[in-house]
C-alpha cells in the first residue's frame, strides 16, 4: 500500500474555520503585504534582495519581451504593479510608511508629492485636505468634555430601615457639568464650564470662565471666572522646574453661605526614576499637607501610596492598579484614616471603541458599603454612587459585588456581545462582498499572468529536467478540505491550479515562498474568499515524488526530506 504524507504539523493542528475576526483580519493583511507577496520576499528583505526579485520578474513580464498585442497589455499591467512594488519597497521611508499603513498609507503619503494634475485640480485637492483637517482640529481644540453623576440611597432597601412611608431607593443628588474649549489666539486659549446640581432640598448651578496663557512651550497661567451659586475669582499655573520636576498651583476668592472663602494649593512633582514619580501638596493654605508616590512596578502593574496630614482629616492609601489586557483594569487598595479605615476594590473593561464600562465598591467603617458604577464614552463620563447600607455585613457585600457583576454578565452575554457579533459580521460581509468583486479581476489578471509565464516555465523545466531537479507535478491551492458545514457541496474542494506560477519561482532547484498569504504571488487568486485555504504541492526531485501541504500563511522550501511520499508494504 502507499501511504502519502501531506500534512505538515502546523497544518495538522488546526483544520476548521477560524473565526470571523481571524479571517477579517486575514482580509486585511493580504492587502497590507501584498508588495511583498508580489515579488515574494518577507519583510526583513534587505535593498540587495529586493532589486534581485524586481529584475527577475522584469524579465518576464517586461511588456518588449512579448509581441502579441494582448500578451504586450497584459505584461504592461504587471510590469506596473511591479514597479510599484519596487518603488515602494526600495525607498526606505515609503517602505516605513507602507509596513505601517499598507498601500492606503502609501497612497495619502504620495497624495501631493507626486502629482500630474492641472494646477487647478491641485488647488481644489488642497481645500478638500485642507477642510477635513480643520474639522479633525476643530473637534480636538474644543475638546468637549462632559460629566453626569447620580447619588443614590439604597440602604432601606438593604437594611430594611425604611418607614411605610419612605421610598426603598432614593435620589439624593445629581450633578451635570460640560466644558468646551477654544483657542483665541496661539498662546490663549479660551474654555467655558458649565455645572448644575440638584439635591431634594435645592438646586443650584454655575458658569466657569476660563483663559489660560502659554508663558512658554512648557509653563501656563490660568484665570477663572465664576458666576452663579457662589460667585468666585480663581488662578491656576504650571511650572516646569526641569526636565524631572515641575510645579502646579491654584487659588481661589469667592463668596459662600458662610462669607468670604479664600484657600490656596500648591503641588511639587518629581520623576525619580524612569519608573517611579512622586510629589509634595500643601492644600488649603497650608492647613493640609499630602505626599504621593507612584511606582510602575511593570508594564501592567502600579503601586501607588498615599498620605496626607490635616486639621480635618488625615489618611494613608495604598493602591495596586493592574492591566492584564490594554481592555481590562483592575484596582485594589485601602484607606486607613482619623474617621476609620476603608477598603476598596475595582474593575473598568473597553466593551466598544472609546466606550468603556467599570464598577467600584468601598468597604468602610464610616460610610458602610458603596458601590460606583461608571459608563464612559468618548469624552462624556456617567457616573451613578449607590449607598448601598450604613453598615458592613455580608448581604451588603453581595449585592454591592456578585449582583453586579451577574447582572452585567447577562449585559454583556444577552445585549452587547450580539451587538459586537452582529458588527463583526457586518464588516466582515462588507469586506467580503468588496473582495469578491475584486477576485472576478484578479482571476482574469492570474490566467493572464500563467500565460505570460509558460515560456519561462517551459524553460526552467528544461533545465530542472536536464539536472534532475525540482519538478512541480501538481499544485492546488484554497479550501483543500470540506466540512459537513458546508452543506452538500462539502466534498466539492474550491481550489485552483497553481503549478505553472510555482514552477516559475523555482531557482536553481530550490522553491522558497515567504511566511504570508500566497494570494498576491502572480498567478493566484482567491478562490473562496474569507474561507481557511491551504496549499497543497505534489512534486519531483532527483527522480523521486514528494507531496507536501501547508497552510496559507505557512513558509514553504522545497525541497525537503520530510516531503518524501513513503512506501509502506504490508
Not at 466644558?179 to 448644575?196: E, M, Y
Not at 526641569?242 to 484657600?263: E, K, N, V
Not at 464598577?359 to 454612587?385: D, N, P, Q
Not at 453586579?404 to 466582515?428: D, M, N
Request: glycine fraction near 6%; include cysteine; charge should be neutral.
Amino acid at each position: 500500500h502507499h501511504i502519502y504524507i501531506i500534512l505538515s504539523k502546523k497544518a495538522t493542528k488546526r483544520m476548521a474555520a477560524g473565526s470571523e475576526e481571524d479571517l477579517l483580519q486575514q482580509l486585511e493583511d493580504e492587502d497590507g503585504l501584498e508588495y511583498y507577496t508580489l515579488l515574494n520576499l518577507d519583510r526583513s528583505a534587505t535593498q540587495e534582495e529586493v532589486r534581485s526579485a524586481y529584475r527577475r520578474l522584469c524579465r518576464i513580464y517586461h511588456p518588449d519581451r512579448h509581441h502579441d498585442v494582448q500578451r504586450q497589455e497584459s505584461a504592461s499591467n504587471f510590469f506596473h504593479r511591479i514597479q510599484e512594488a519596487y518603488r515602494v519597497l526600495s525607498d526606505p521611508r515609503m517602505r516605513a510608511v507602507y509596513d505601517r499603513s499598507g498601500r492606503e498609507g502609501v497612497e495619502r503619503d504620495m497624495a501631493i508629492i507626486e502629482r500630474t494634475s492641472l494646477p487647478t485640480e491641485l488647488l481644489e485637492e488642497y481645500e478638500k485636505l485642507k477642510s477635513l483637517w480643520e474639522e479633525r482640529t476643530y473637534i480636538q481644540q474644543v475638546n468637549p468634555l462632559g460629566r453626569f453623576q447620580m447619588d443614590v440611597d439604597a440602604t432601606p432597601l438593604v437594611d430594611g430601615t425604611n418607614s411605610p412611608d419612605a421610598s426603598l431607593v432614593s435620589i439624593q443628588k445629581v450633578t451635570a457639568a460640560q466644558s468646551v474649549d477654544a483657542q483665541l489666539t496661539k498662546a490663549a486659549f479660551g474654555n467655558v464650564i458649565g455645572t448644575v446640581a440638584s439635591t431634594r432640598q435645592s438646586l443650584f448651578g454655575g458658569l466657569q470662565f476660563s483663559l489660560r496663557h502659554l508663558l512658554s512651550n512648557q509653563n501656563w497661567v490660568k484665570a477663572s471666572v465664576m458666576v452663579g451659586s457662589q460667585p468666585a475669582l480663581g488662578l491656576e499655573t504650571y511650572y516646569h522646574l526641569s526636565d524631572r520636576m515641575y510645579f502646579t498651583g491654584d487659588g481661589i476668592c469667592g463668596l459662600s453661605p458662610y462669607g468670604l472663602m479664600m484657600a490656596a494649593n500648591g503641588t511639587v512633582t518629581r520623576r525619580l526614576s524612569d519608573s517611579t514619580s512622586a510629589s509634595l501638596s500643601v492644600k488649603e493654605t497650608g492647613n493640609v499637607i499630602s505626599s504621593q508616590v507612584v511606582h510602575r512596578f511593570s508594564s501592567t502593574t502600579d503601586l501607588v501610596g498615599e498620605a496626607q496630614v490635616g486639621y480635618s482629616k488625615s489618611y494613608m492609601k495604598g493602591m495596586v492598579h493592574y492591566r492584564p489586557q490594554s481592555k481590562y483594569s483592575l484596582k485594589v487598595g485601602a484607606v486607613a484614616s482619623t474617621a476609620g479605615l476603608t477598603a476598596f476594590y475595582g474593575a473598568e473593561e473597553e466593551v466598544a471603541m472609546l466606550t468603556r464600562i467599570g464598577g467600584m465598591v468601598l468597604l468602610g467603617t464610616e460610610e458602610g458599603v458603596v458601590l460606583k458604577l461608571r459608563f464612559i464614552r468618548a469624552l462624556m463620563s456617567f457616573t451613578v454612587r449607590i449607598h448601598v447600607s450604613d453598615t458592613l455585613s455580608m448581604s451588603a457585600v453581595f449585592y454591592a459585588s456578585i449582583v453586579p457583576l451577574v447582572l452585567y454578565g447577562c449585559f454583556k452575554a444577552f445585549a452587547v456581545a450580539p451587538l459586537l457579533q452582529r458588527q463583526r459580521q457586518k464588516e466582515f460581509e462588507d469586506k467580503k462582498a468588496e473582495k469578491e468583486k475584486e477576485m472576478l479581476k484578479k482571476k482574469k489578471e492570474a490566467e493572464s499572468a500563467i500565460e505570460l509565464m509558460k515560456e519561462t516555465v517551459e524553460r526552467v523545466m528544461s533545465t530542472e529536467r536536464a539536472r534532475q531537479g525540482l519538478l512541480i507535478l501538481e499544485a492546488s491551492y484554497g479550501k483543500l478540505f470540506g466540512t459537513e458545514d458546508d452543506g452538500p457541496s462539502y466534498s466539492t474542494p474550491k481550489v485552483i491550479d497553481v503549478c505553472v506560477p510555482l514552477q516559475c519561482l523555482v531557482v536553481d532547484s530550490k522553491l522558497i515562498l515567504r511566511e504570508s498569504t500566497k494570494v498576491n504571488i502572480p498567478g493566484f487568486y482567491d478562490p473562496c474568499i474569507g474561507e481557511k485555504k491551504y496549499l497543497r504541492v505534489r512534486y519531483e526531485f532527483r527522480g523521486t515524488p514528494h507531496e507536501v501541504t501547508i497552510e496559507d500563511s505557512e513558509p514553504l522550501i522545497v525541497p525537503r526530506k520530510s516531503h518524501r511520499i513513503v512506501n509502506l508494504v504490508d
